[in-house]
């Protein structure tokens, strides 16, 4: 590390004392229009004599001036033509440049990248993803408008990850135009006053037009691609629909309701249930059953609130009973009565995408200007040598039994697997949790993890790290996992299996393979910003898209196919995906927003880093709550908050105040600055905030005031 930065700084000292020498030395002067105008014939003559040797020191002085980004580029070149002529000048020209802004741009990377990347990182997370998918693209355009100083893009695209190869290959082609100019103005040097002259209004209008060409021709390109993809299916003559939704669930919920309120026609399809997986065996049913289990737990913990003991009965079909009951309640939010009384046209069957135009459901073919998939997704099962033998239970299914089982293994220790773990465990199910990684809940910090790590232990839930499921075995009457283990082989018997394993996207099966719609390998629908697929009126959001799978991501990516599907025409939003939180409703629960340590490290975004204990507040330890911690990330010096992770009781709602400052750019100081209502666990932001401001305390202005209070206690009145 010590050796880059003495080699750097090396570097840099040199490239510093050669600009210093050449403005010391008036070197500049070799440069000026009069000179070259002046010399230019001993400077032909020498040409005569020794072709290969003034093109050799040509193109090392042209390379010398631009690698070092001194001024002269435009003197050479001109110098390129009225020596060479238009073809030997241009060649020349276009080489010795291009690997000038080559150097240029690699003494800028190896120079400053790393530094500028790791100051502004969070700023420029957005620019560099331009540059990685664009970045050509964009520099095509700045290499071809010659206003833009040719210097500071070699050192501008320095700082980004814009490949060299691609750097090298557009500059050239880029620069081509106006080498081409200014060699040819070259070539009759006797008739120019000023360089400024070669550029006329004219000629900038034209290279202007050239600049934004790519961009004419980009629109050109993807309008014939649209064409073409659409010309296989004739349009209908007028159009039932302005948006038929397939799938209703929590993303295609909104995105119906969302065109109805703004007068759209929209129909809105599901083939099985309204509410979709959220209302039937997601979230609702889950959280439904959490409740239930919590309550368990309050009683087992009894003795901690100072009674001697609490037992409870219960009957587990009667609570299944009940969470079917939440769900029957929930339900009406949901309707098809509800959503007709919006405006929406509720149609049950299984769509199919006949065309860009044409879904069909039930014999019926519905024709409409958009379609928006938000067919959801299932539960992964993985190809488990023997689990076709046996009957398994998944997030679908585990909601209809009605006995408890007395063993259960619980296959990924994901979000929807630990919290099943911990709800059968509460029940009296003996839960063997079997994860392959070495810690559950792989998507949050190792100490969020090892906090509920730590209660399943507590609670009796096993948890098997590092264990490889390789099949299902039959012994007998009983049924076993077996796993790989280190090399070593682990029989796990059980009477009903979870398998939790992720969720794959609903895309196959319905029309999107036949027409092309383009899917990833792991068959999510690939989408631009604006949610659109390969067809510009084919829009996707919710679990299908697989990017975020929660409700909330749903309900937010709806919002923008919607208005994007309806109103694209004037107007498209790219889906914003800056702030996006979520939880895990463990006890303790477990909640997100933006960046974690795991993520900013891995990206190499630096921070700074508090961390409020829940042990130390009122309320918590008033309800028996006392664990868990509210740790927030902020850019390094600065109350900008990165990401914050809550563990502990209410962890999810005590977020939103953190989710709002986030996206509104509130940082920790003024979360300090807000009275949070005592006592209760939303407290403990303000606590982390003040964590903060107390570790960025200005300790010398603090030593400047402590001598002044001194002062004032020997003062005489
Ligand atoms: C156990 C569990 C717990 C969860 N807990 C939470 C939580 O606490 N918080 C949270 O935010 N998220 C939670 N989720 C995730 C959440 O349920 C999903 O992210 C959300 O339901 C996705 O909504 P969606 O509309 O994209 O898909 P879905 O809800 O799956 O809806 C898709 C609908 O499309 C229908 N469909 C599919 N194909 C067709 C077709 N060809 N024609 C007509 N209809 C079709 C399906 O029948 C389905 O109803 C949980 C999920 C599970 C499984």
């Known amino acids: 590390m010590k050796k880059t930065v003495s080699l750097k700084f090396i570097l840099l000292v040199m490239v510093l004392i050669l600009v210093l020498v050449f403005f010391i030395l008036g070197l500049d002067q070799y440069f000026s229009f009069e000179y070259l105008k002046n010399t230019l014939d001993d400077f032909k003559s020498s040409y005569d004599q020794h072709k290969a040797l003034t093109m050799a020191a040509y193109m090392g002085i042209y390379i010398l001036v631009t690698s070092l980004s001194l001024p002269g580029a435009v003197i050479m070149t001109l110098a390129g033509g009225a020596l060479f002529g238009l073809f030997y000048g241009t060649l020349l020209v276009s080489f010795s440049s291009t690997m000038g802004a080559t150097l240029a741009f690699l003494f800028s990377r190896y120079l400053f990248k790393d530094w500028v990347q790791h100051k502004f990182s969070s700023k420029l997370a957005a620019i560099n993803q331009g540059v990685e998918k664009e970045g050509g693209f964009y520099l095509f355009t700045l290499r071809l408008v010659p206003v833009f100083p040719f210097f500071l893009i070699n050192l501008a695209m320095g ?23 200014f060699v040819n103005a070259g070539t009759a040097l006797a008739q120019i006053d000023s360089p400024s002259k070669i550029l006329s209004p004219g000629l900038m209008i034209s290279f202007a037009l050239l600049g934004v060409f790519p961009f004419i021709a980009r629109g050109v390109s993807s309008f014939i691609r649209q064409r073409k993809i659409f010309s296989r299916f004739p349009r209908p003559g007028r159009y039932d629909y302005n948006l038929v939704v397939i799938g209703a669930g929590s993303a295609g919920l909104v995105a119906s309701y969302i065109a109805a309120a703004v007068k759209a026609k929209v129909a809105l399809i599901e083939t099985d249930k309204m509410g979709g997986d959220c209302l039937n065996t997601g979230c609702v049913p889950s959280k439904a059953l959490i409740a239930a289990t919590r309550l368990l737990s309050r009683f087992k913990r009894a003795e901690e609130f100072g009674f001697n003991r609490a037992s409870v009965e219960f009957d587990f079909a009667k609570v299944m009973d009940r969470v079917r009951a939440v769900i ?5 939010h949901d309707s098809v009565e509800r959503y007709e009384g919006l405006g929406v046209d509720c149609i ?6 006949r065309s860009p135009f044409e879904v069909e459901v039930g014999g019926r073919v519905l024709t409409t200007r958009n379609i928006l998939v938000a067919t959801g997704a299932k539960p992964l099962v993985p190809d488990l040598p023997g689990l076709e033998n046996i009957h398994y239970l998944t997030s679908d299914t585990i909601w209809d039994i009605r006995t408890l089982p007395k063993r259960m293994v619980v296959l990924g220790a994901g979000p929807i697997g630990c919290e099943l773990s911990q709800c059968f465990s509460r029940l009296g199910s003996r839960v063997t949790l079997v994860q392959r990684g070495d810690r559950i809940m792989k998507k949050e910090d190792p100490d969020a993890a090892a906090m509920v790590m730590d209660r399943f232990q ?9 264990h490889a499921a390789k099949k299902i075995g039959i012994a007998g009457e009983e049924k076993e996992l077996v796993c790989d283990h280190g090399g070593q082989e682990v029989r796990i018997t059980f009477d009903e299996i979870l398998i939790a394993l992720g969720r794959v996207p609903n895309a196959k099966g319905f ?9 990833d390998k792991n068959a999510n629908i690939q989408t631009n910003e604006f949610l659109q697929t390969n067809y510009s009126n084919i829009f996707c959001s919710g679990d299908v898209h697989g990017r975020y799978q929660f409700t909330h991501t749903a309900a937010h990516e709806s919002w923008y196919a919607a208005v994007n599907a309806l109103f694209g025409r004037f107007k498209k939003f790219p889906v914003d995906y800056r702030t996006i939180p979520w939880a895990t409703y463990t006890e303790p629960e477990v909640a997100r927003v933006g960046l974690n340590e795991t993520d900013a490290d891995g990206a190499g975004i630096p921070y700074d880093m508090v961390k409020y204990n829940l042990d130390d507040l009122d309320r918590a330890i008033a309800d028996s709550e006392g664990h868990g911690f509210v740790k927030v990330l902020t850019v390094p010096g600065k109350d900008r908050i990165l990401g914050v992770t809550i563990v502990g009781h209410h962890a999810a709602d005590i977020m939103a105040e ?21 006592p209760t666990m939303a407290e403990a932001n303000k606590y982390a905030a003040g964590v903060w401001k107390r570790t960025h305390a200005p300790k010398k202005l603090l030593a400047w005031i402590e001598t002044y209070h001194t002062v004032m206690r020997k003062e005489k009145r």
């Open 658 to 678: 953190f989710v709002l400052a986030m996206k509104h750019g509130i940082g920790l100081n003024k979360i300090l600055g807000t009275i949070h209502i005592y």
């Open 348 to 353: 049950k069957g299984r769509a199919h995408i």
């Open 511 to 519: 029309g999107l393979e036949e027409m092309g719609v383009e899917l």
């Open 458 to 466: 507590k609670e009796g839930v096993l948890v098997l790290l590092n």
């Open 159 to 181: 700082l980004t990850p814009i490949q060299t190869r691609i750097f090298y290959l557009v500059s050239q082609a880029g620069m081509l135009p106006a080498t081409l100019v």
């Open 328 to 332: 029957r309640k929930v339900e009406p």
